[in-house]
């Protein structure tokens, strides 16, 4: 799942729960509930190969994922500050993926099994259509919780 999702999920959960240490829990559990759903993600197999254009499109898409999620929770929450703890929660397992792929350790190759578990139906054959309407389903709900 793109980052964008993952932040305006974690923030409307930052936003919908008060228990603090609750929230973030949540919020980084709803990273992998989100990853049960078929979605479409970045290119990341594109760093394998020795295309540096390629891998700048793919840090661009991440980059910009992260800033419009950011400035849509700005525009639409109340900018409480456990709101944007939880975005970050959300969006830690890829994080703590991309840094086992630059320092590997056992820890988190834990994680990144795990979370590659999870993923499960990105191998099945389901349409784009369904995969981008997970995503998009997901940004208008938070969206509206976040405006409530």
Same mark, same amino acid.
């Given at each position: 799942?793109?980052?964008?999702?993952?932040?305006?999920?974690? !923030?409307a959960i930052g936003y919908s729960i008060k228990n603090v240490w609750l929230a973030i829990i949540l919020a980084?559990?709803?990273?992998?509930?989100?990853?049960?759903?078929?979605? $479409? /993600? @970045?290119d990341i197999e594109s760093f394998n190969e020795n295309q540096l254009r390629k891998k700048i499109i793919v840090?661009?898409?991440?980059?910009?994922?992260?800033?419009?999620?950011?400035?849509?929770?700005?525009?639409?929450?109340?900018? @409480?500050? #456990? #709101?944007?703890?939880? !975005?970050?929660?959300?969006?830690?397992?890829?994080?703590?993926?991309?840094?086992?792929?630059?320092?590997?350790?056992?820890?988190? /190759? !834990?994680? @990144?099994?795990?979370?590659?578990?999870?993923?499960?139906?990105? @191998?099945?054959? #389901?349409?784009?259509?369904?995969? $981008?309407?997970?995503?998009? !389903?997901?940004?208008?709900?938070?969206?509206? $919780?976040?405006? $409530?």
């Amino acid at each position: 799942m793109i980052l964008l999702v993952h932040l305006l999920f974690g !923030a409307a959960i930052g936003y919908s729960i008060k228990n603090v240490w609750l929230a973030i829990i949540l919020a980084l559990l709803g990273h992998f509930f989100l990853d049960l759903f078929p979605h $479409i /993600e @970045y290119d990341i197999e594109s760093f394998n190969e020795n295309q540096l254009r390629k891998k700048i499109i793919v840090v661009l898409k991440v980059v910009a994922d992260i800033c419009v999620g950011l400035l849509l929770i700005l525009i639409f929450s109340k900018n @409480y500050p #456990i #709101i944007y703890i939880c !975005a970050l929660a959300s969006a830690l397992p890829d994080g703590l993926t991309l840094l086992n792929w630059l320092v590997p350790n056992k820890a988190l /190759e !834990a994680v @990144y099994n795990f979370h590659k578990k999870i993923h499960f139906l990105k @191998y099945k054959k #389901i349409s784009k259509f369904w995969r $981008i309407s997970t995503q998009v !389903a997901t940004i208008i709900i938070s969206i509206i $919780i976040l405006k $409530i």
